[in-house]
């Protein structure tokens, strides 16, 4: 048992982190959470590298790369943001529904503009009705001749207004609860879209939106795989949304505890550092062992999927702590910066809201809990 990184996976994580300093960097953060704009430049920068076909297979244009290298990506792409994180893999795992289950039009149809960073793609599964419970989706979708006509309403999905998105939609195809859903490509410019944007305390950059539906036609060839299959897809894809999302709150999680013990340092009261001061160094040692149990969470989940084997304990377990730890840190960092954890320009607040999303995004933490439960045979 080594939990050392190899040459190869150390190489590609200083290679990353070196790329989110020096080409993307706090600065360029702040100011896009602030307008509330998506970060078209870096994002085009991460596109340029081949970055966003991580995902993809080799023969489709990507680079094929496991499990482990794709945590480490997602890991670094939060350094200073869950936000920033999410406008880049939102995409990239949305995109390997089309990657391995489309057809070879559908692959021919978007991947090279997913690839290149002009083809965005948003996954809509979420409805007022169904949220943690995704099963008991609603929104229905009909074959009428060579066209599936759609009606319903989505919420909170994330980046689906974007230019030139393509939205994959769960919708419900047949009665039976499970095997009565379907993914279906859905451009956002198709007549009968109506997307509106919600005024969110996170997701501030990339956005999330309601849509409703009205009797929106898209070709039959839309389908992604075999009707009423959708579930058995989506499930696929949570598994890598959840170990994206562990290791991006593992990333950011290591910057705010790293940036409170810097101020804590060079911030002096009662004629010594911060730092000095026993509970606050508790709480960064606590921290600092919660950081690395994380860590090794989502590496362990990791590996089990780049060995092929299921791994849906270990992508719910490593998510749940991962988002608790993420949590406690950034509060951690609140109570130390005190007063100047209110302004933006020192992150931590930014840190903090993002954290608390993390234990609703992608699964909630008391659906993440019974998962476990279930797995243990509970």
Not at 126 to 154: C, F, I, M, Y
Not at 256 to 273: E, M
Not at 285 to 298: H, S
Not at 300 to 308: E, I, L, V
């Amino acid at each position: 048992m080594d939990f050392r990184l190899t040459e190869e996976q150390q190489l590609w994580r200083d290679t990353l982190h070196t790329f989110m300093e020096r080409e993307v960097g706090r600065e360029y953060i702040r100011k896009h959470d602030e307008s509330r704009e998506f970060p078209d430049e870096a994002y085009q920068k991460i596109a340029d590298r081949g970055w966003l076909g991580l995902l993809i297979p080799e023969e489709q244009g990507g680079l094929d790369a496991d499990p482990v290298m794709y945590a480490i990506f997602c890991e670094a792409m939060a350094k200073f943001s869950l936000d920033f994180a999410a406008c880049v893999m939102t995409s990239m795992f949305t995109a390997t529904n089309i990657a391995n289950h489309g057809t070879a039009e559908q692959r021919e149809q978007y991947l090279p503009g997913f690839l290149a960073g002009r083809t965005k793609f948003s996954v809509s599964i979420t409805e007022p009705g169904a949220g943690s419970d995704a099963a008991a989706v609603q929104t229905r979708a009909v074959l009428d001749n060579d066209h599936w006509v759609l009606n319903g309403n989505k919420v909170f999905c994330s980046g689906a207004h974007l230019p030139d998105t393509v939205i994959t939609v769960l919708a419900r195809t047949s009665p039976e609860r499970h095997r009565g859903l379907s993914l279906i490509l859905v451009p956002n410019t198709a007549p009968g879209v109506d997307i509106r944007k919600l005024n969110t305390i996170v997701r501030r950059s990339l956005g999330t939106t309601e849509i409703f539906f009205t009797d929106v036609h898209v070709p039959a060839g839309n389908l992604i795989g075999e009707v009423n299959n959708g579930w058995g897809y989506i499930g696929e894809h949570l598994e890598y949304e959840r170990l994206s999302l562990a290791a991006s709150y593992v990333g950011n999680a290591r910057t705010a505890l790293d940036d409170t013990v810097t101020y804590t340092r060079n911030r002096t009261q009662f004629g010594r550092p911060l730092s000095s001061f026993q509970v606050l160094k508790h709480r960064m040692a606590e921290n600092e062992c919660e950081v690395e149990a994380a860590r090794l969470l989502v590496y362990n989940a990791a590996t089990k999927m780049a060995r092929g084997e299921r791994a849906l304990k270990e992508v719910s377990m490593a998510k749940v702590f991962a988002a608790d730890v993420a949590f406690r840190t950034s509060f951690n960092g609140m109570q130390a910066l005190g007063g100047y954890a209110q302004l933006p320009e020192f992150d931590m607040e930014r840190y903090f809201r993002e954290a608390k999303h993390a234990m609703v995004g992608g699964g909630a933490s008391e659906i993440q809990r019974s998962i476990i439960a279930k797995e243990m045979g509970l």
